[in-house]
């Protein structure tokens, strides 16, 4: 099961590439900053690797991000997110982590989630304003991390901030100034290689020596997120005999205790969580499709079996191409973010705070 | 509140420099730190701590299916994701009535374990550190530094470097080779934790009633070979920080006074004991006893309680500062707890959580963090407790306890023995962490790399008795359970950085109340109602400055070092502020200082 192809055009005229780029990181959405965290967890290549060179075929990169800048922080740390905001500092990436909350709900000076203060008024200045500074002059954006991509667990129903994915805030339509459009990583969080092997395919772009990466119709890197967890699961082979768990002790397919693996983007079965260690099913946990769109309310109550999961099951073998065909419906249904994530005035994620049942 | 009274004699008029750092880089969450120091007399006047994110869980959790709670509180932290999923399916199984099998127990303690060690390596040796660094302290107490290289070492056999300074140099950022080694540190301990509980940060293999993780042996050795790996880095770890913080007291004198606070330390406990914990309430005193590091109360260097019940029943969420509409007048939840206590309106479980975004005022409400406090039943005080940054609380109230003795870890009243065995090149090792004068920053530093070694050891057990089950073919690792209709359940658990618990409250099945509290609200905490300021500004209010430049090029350092002995969640780096704050005023009181605090 592979997801819709993808919406960028390799451009002949690729670009004549620079020497050296900046990647300015803000993790201040609203994040648990578990993808710099996980970032961090890379080995292949680590963040070091890149920052130091030893990468062929990359531009010198400035890496401006809370974990591994050598800067010493305060406005110091934050005079080269000022400068580019003036346009004086050219090209940078921008690395979003983190839901973008719905600062129109907000009646007043309140905020969700800042950045630093306002030199002139010392304000707190919010996300949404560095983002609207940052992104038309970025030469790419990266969205790091499903709430980065499509609002993530912050965005989920009943949430209070109306928080959304970078794209959502955005415009779906928008272009960075290579033209890229949001290079969307999902993952709640990343997985770590992941991460970094788009961004280094970024950069080689950059440097003028890759086209751009091909990106699927959610703007994920294809080769990473075009076929399901199920495809990759050590545990497939029982699914084909229709072989399941009924509980977590066993090593059986999970799929009738709540693993959504046929119909979720995701390659850490295959690829184990780091260094080949890890991962969900493969190693006993279900697939709860944190790289997905409508994660996690398409994929809840979690540990329950999914809808259509019996069907599937049952029928296996006679009618596997049917089954691919409802696979891939079902898969289209969770390719889609609920309709709740807006920049609109109002809240519609059903938030009640008084919820008592 | 740091005492200064003994300074107030001779003092200078003061001179008031408004200082803040906003962000504060390297933490989860956006932390600043709004001080005015007082440069004539070298010392921290006021401080406030804000945090300007806002996110929710407790709000959008309501309505939903129980059962998830792990799977999205996980994403509350991006370091200790694990700590919380724990603590969630800890507060379900008392809910649920469920018991998990022992072996699942193993690895749920392996996999904390492992996470405990990769948490303290990174942001010790890659953060905290860098304060105390070559390149810090050179541009910060350049007469440190110089005195540092004329120092030797005095547990250079075990660690290998000669003086004090071939230490900090080994700790500067990216080039020096400790530091490098950490990060190694921190990817093998990560492995190792995936092996237990599946990805690091967000585990995939934790449930309420178990572990989904597949207990062959492979898994086992997989860890104990990379455990012993990292095993001699531990043990230089420790040599290596108590020579350089002992030798801060010594070049620095009255160094204790940074960071110092009246002891007020809670600890909620860690590692199930998997013969002992039914996750009954009524039973929750004696299996919360019975857990591998004790949990407890230090009030002034007493033990006040190690009672999870008593723990439970002082808890109390107050607003005074903080971006919420009081809850007050809504219904309780929870009027009584299971053996008949009545519950306070100010509890977690009766917490009704209703943010109101609103300006930033420092006379008002300045910060979305609320403030946790415990209620102390025989003085009344509503107690601002820190976590010591998680091990120095860890430690202390176990260490009190005594009741912790095990093959390698043993209590003894007035400190811990830790014994790690042979490792590559060094032999088998006994440490002793021993209760500190103070509980200050150095302290709270020095706590950490001990409780790496205590979380080393205790995996060993672990490791021993969970492969022993293995073999002899116990390998259930999940319980079945039923959600009921209407039940209350609460966990308690140590995040890296201190105290965890989880509050939970099902009706028709589903999530009706949830409230989370991890460390570092209660660290972070803006003043309350009754104007008690959080740890962090108590801790830093008052303090000292001996950091040689003045104004005009101040980094900070003996504030950030404050700060960041708490262990404000997130791994990594320097980060200080540059220079020039504003001159506030210049007060003519030569008493200024006298009654603050
Ligand atoms: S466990 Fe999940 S991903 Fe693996 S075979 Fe079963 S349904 Fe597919
Ligand atoms: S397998 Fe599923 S739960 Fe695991 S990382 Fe991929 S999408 Fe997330």
């Not at chain 1, 033209?179 to 990343?190: S, T």
């Not at chain 2, 962090?536 to 430049?549: K, L, R, S, T, W």
Request: proline share 8%; hydrophobic share 35%; with cysteine.
């Amino acid at each position: 099961m592979t997801t819709q192809s993808g919406t960028t055009e390799a451009r002949a005229d690729a670009p004549e590439g620079f020497d050296e780029i900046t990647i300015l990181w803000i993790s201040e959405g609203m994040s648990c900053d578990g993808d710099t965290v996980s970032l961090t967890a890379a080995g292949q290549p680590s963040i070091e690797d890149v920052v130091l060179g030893l990468i062929p075929g990359l531009p010198r990169v400035n890496l401006v991000n809370k974990v591994l800048s050598p800067s010493l922080g305060g406005e110091d740390f934050l005079a080269p997110y000022r400068k580019a905001a003036r346009g004086e500092l050219e090209p940078f990436i921008l690395v979003i982590e983190g839901s973008i909350p719905n600062q129109n709900i907000i009646e007043g000076d309140g905020y969700w989630t800042s950045f630093g203060n306002d030199p002139a008024t010392g304000e707190p200045q919010t996300l949404n304003w560095w983002i609207d500074q940052l992104a038309p002059r970025a030469w790419a954006v990266v969205a790091a991390g499903t709430c980065a991509t499509f609002g993530g667990i912050h965005a989920m129903a009943g949430n209070p901030t109306g928080c959304m994915g970078l794209a959502d805030y955005l415009g779906w339509e928008f272009k960075a100034r290579s033209g890229l459009p949001v290079v969307n990583v999902p993952g709640c969080p990343i997985q770590p290689e992941n991460f970094m092997e788009t961004l280094v395919w970024v950069l080689q772009h950059a440097a003028g020596t890759a086209p751009p990466p091909p990106l699927d119709h959610m703007l994920r890197p294809q080769w990473l997120f075009g076929k399901t967890v199920h495809e990759g699961c050590d545990r497939a082979a029982y699914y084909e005999q229709a072989d399941f768990a009924k509980d977590y002790n066993s090593p059986k397919c999970q799929v009738k205790v709540g693993c959504w693996g046929p119909v979720v983007n995701c390659n850490v079965p295959k690829r184990g969580w780091m260094s080949g260690i890890g991962g969900c099913p493969n190693v006993g946990g279900i697939c709860i499709g944190c790289t997905m769109p409508s994660f996690p309310d398409a994929f809840m109550p979690f540990m329950d079996e999914p809808p259509g999961g019996t069907l599937s099951s049952m029928v296996i073998k006679p009618y596997g191409a049917v089954i691919r065909r409802l696979r891939g419906i079902t898969n289209d249904m969770v390719n889609h973010e609920p309709r709740w994530r807006h920049n609109k005035q109002k809240l519609t994620s059903g938030y009640n705070p008084h919820w008592r049942a | 509140m740091t005492t200064t009274d003994a300074r107030t004699s001779g003092r200078k008029p003061a001179q008031l420099v408004d200082m803040n750092w906003d962000p504060i880089t390297r933490i989860i969450g956006n932390l600043g730190i709004y001080t005015k120091i007082d440069f004539a007399n070298r010392e921290v006047v006021e401080c406030h701590s804000t945090s300007s994110l806002f996110r929710g869980y407790s709000v959008f959790m309501k309505g939903k299916d129980p059962r998830d709670a792990g799977f999205i509180t996980s994403r509350i932290c991006g370091i200790c994701g694990d700590n919380h999923t724990t603590c969630s399916n800890y507060a379900q199984q008392m809910a649920y009535g469920v018991k998990p099998p022992k072996l699942a127990e193993h690895i749920t303690n392996l996999g904390e374990a492992a996470e405990y060690i990769f948490d303290h390596t990174i942001f010790q040796d890659n953060l905290v550190f860098v304060d105390f660094c070559e390149a810090m302290v050179k541009a910060t107490n350049p007469g440190v530094l110089a005195r540092a290289e004329r120092t030797d070492a005095p547990r250079g056999d075990v660690h290998g470097y000669r003086t004090i300074a071939e230490i900090m140099k080994a700790f500067n950022p990216f080039e020096g080779e400790v530091y490098k080694e950490a990060l190694k540190v921190s990817r093998i301990t990560r492995e190792m934790f995936c092996l237990m509980e599946g990805r690091h940060v967000h585990p995939s293999t934790l449930y309420p009633g178990g572990v989904g993780t597949m207990p062959q042996p492979s898994v086992f050795t997989d860890y104990l070979s990379r455990l012993m790996r990292v095993i001699d880095f531990v043990k230089k770890a420790v040599a290596m920080n108590d020579d350089v913080f002992d030798f801060f007291y010594e070049a620095l004198p009255g160094y204790e006074e940074v960071g110092k606070r009246r002891i007020l330390l809670g600890c909620w406990g860690a590692f199930q004991n998997p013969d002992v914990v039914d996750y009954r309430y009524a039973t929750m005193n004696e299996w919360g006893k019975a857990m591998y590091v004790t949990p407890g109360i230090v009030v002034d260097g007493k033990l006040v309680t190690n009672n999870l019940v008593d723990i439970n029943l002082g808890l109390r969420i107050m607003l005074g500062s903080s971006f919420y509409e009081d809850w007050v007048n809504e219904d309780p939840f929870v009027t009584h707890d299971p053996l008949g206590n009545p519950i306070d309106m100010r509890h977690p479980w009766n917490q009704t959580t209703v943010p109101v975004p609103q300006k930033r005022d420092f006379q008002g409400n300045y910060s979305w963090v609320m403030s946790p406090r415990w209620y102390h039943p025989d003085t009344g005080e509503h107690l601002a407790l820190d976590t010591g940054g998680g091990p120095l609380a860890r430690l202390w109230s176990t260490a009190l306890s005594g009741l912790v003795d095990t093959p390698y870890v043993k209590a003894t009243g007035g400190g811990i023995r830790i014994t790690l065995p042979k490792g590559e090149k060094l032999p088998e090792t006994t440490l002793e962490w021993r209760i500190p004068k103070w509980s200050n920053t150095l302290e709270r530093d020095r706590a950490r790399p001990y409780f790496i070694a205590y979380a080393a050891a205790m995996a060993l057990q672990f490791l021993e008795e969970a492969m022993g089950m293995l073999q002899s073919g116990d390998t259930k690792v999940f319980e079945n359970f039923e959600v009921p209709d209407e039940s209350i359940g609460c966990g308690f658990h140590e995040a890296v950085r201190g105290v965890l618990s989880h509050h939970l409250v099902i009706r028709d099945k589903k999530i009706a109340n949830y409230h989370p509290y991890p460390p570092t609200p209660w660290n972070a905490s803006p003043r309350d109602i009754y104007g008690t300021p959080g740890p962090y500004e108590d801790a830093v209010m008052g303090q000292p400055i001996f950091e040689e430049n003045g104004p005009d090029d101040f980094k900070g350092v003996d504030i950030m070092r404050t700060v960041r002995s708490f262990d404000p969640c997130l791994p990594c780096g320097v980060h200080m502020y540059m220079g020039k704050g504003k001159t506030l005023s210049t007060v003519h009181s030569p008493t200024y200082g006298a009654n603050h605090g």
